[in-house]
């Protein structure tokens, strides 16, 4: 049984065609990295899957009962605003101590219940929504962007917890992402999404597929080479990130 079945889906917003014909299920337990141009519908699929955004035509049929957490790009909250990362968790509805406590331990954040929101890193803040997205133990995570703000070991260290949080919680993840090359190591499919899907497989399948290349260039041979490095746990040098994200921009 899939968690999100999707058929057909076409979604025209303020008259003009954003998404077209696009059929994708989401399966659970699976980790599924969607990427494209600024542009290509990603984040309006997203909204989709969540029923923030109705289709003009097609279908989406989500699982009775499913459970989806959500976590956006970024979220700005009043520095000067006296808040800790516990009393943060409790907007809009206050969560028991025991909840509370689970989640912030299945993003690795346990230690920062008393700290403040605004001395967050930008890492230990998108953990953070994380955790709060954690909270309901949802069947479906769904990240937009989640590491839009993060430099690359930011980043893969983020990608390598929600791997960890999959495995701990078993929940579906459907993320968009800005760097394919990061996000890789951790997904079983790679959707490649330019108003429609031009490709989708395992990621060392879309990154040698001709769609994606004439979406992002021809240099993904540094993109497919730190999927590898990173699967192998290996220790890598920070030359070789920096070459690889430029290849894979």
Do not use: W
């Not at 998404?19 to 909204?47: A, C, F």
Request: some cysteine.
């Amino acid at each position: 049984m899939s968690l999100v079945k999707i058929a057909g889906l076409t979604i025209r917003l303020g008259g003009q065609q954003v998404l077209h014909g696009v059929t994708l299920d989401i399966e659970k337990g699976e980790i599924v990295t969607i990427v494209g141009p600024n542009g290509s519908g990603k984040s309006t699929l997203l909204r989709a899957i969540i029923g923030a955004v109705k289709p003009t035509s097609g279908t989406v049929t989500r699982s009775p009962g499913l459970r989806i957490g959500y976590v956006p790009q970024t979220l700005h909250i009043d520095p000067t605003l006296p808040l800790t990362v516990r009393r943060f968790l409790d907007l809009p509805t206050r969560v028991g101590d025991t909840a509370a406590r689970d989640a912030l331990a299945n993003a690795n954040v346990g230690p920062l219940a008393d700290r403040q929101m605004s001395d967050l890193s930008g890492g230990q803040f998108q953990r953070v929504l994380l955790a709060r997205a954690l909270l309901s133990k949802p069947d479906l995570l769904i990240l937009d962007e989640a590491t839009q703000g993060l430099d690359q070991p930011g980043s893969a260290a983020f990608y390598r917890q929600i791997a960890q949080v999959r495995e701990t919680l078993g929940c579906a993840v459907v993320m968009v992402s800005h760097e394919l090359h990061v996000v890789m190591a951790a997904s079983d499919r790679v959707i490649c999404l330019n108003g429609h899907i031009c490709c989708e497989g395992a990621p060392e399948h879309v990154a040698s597929a001709p769609e994606y290349r004439a979406l992002f260039g021809t240099g993904t041979q540094g993109a497919l080479a730190l999927y590898r490095h990173e699967h192998s746990h290996s220790h890598d040098q920070a030359h070789d990130h920096d070459h690889s994200h430029e290849a894979a921009e």
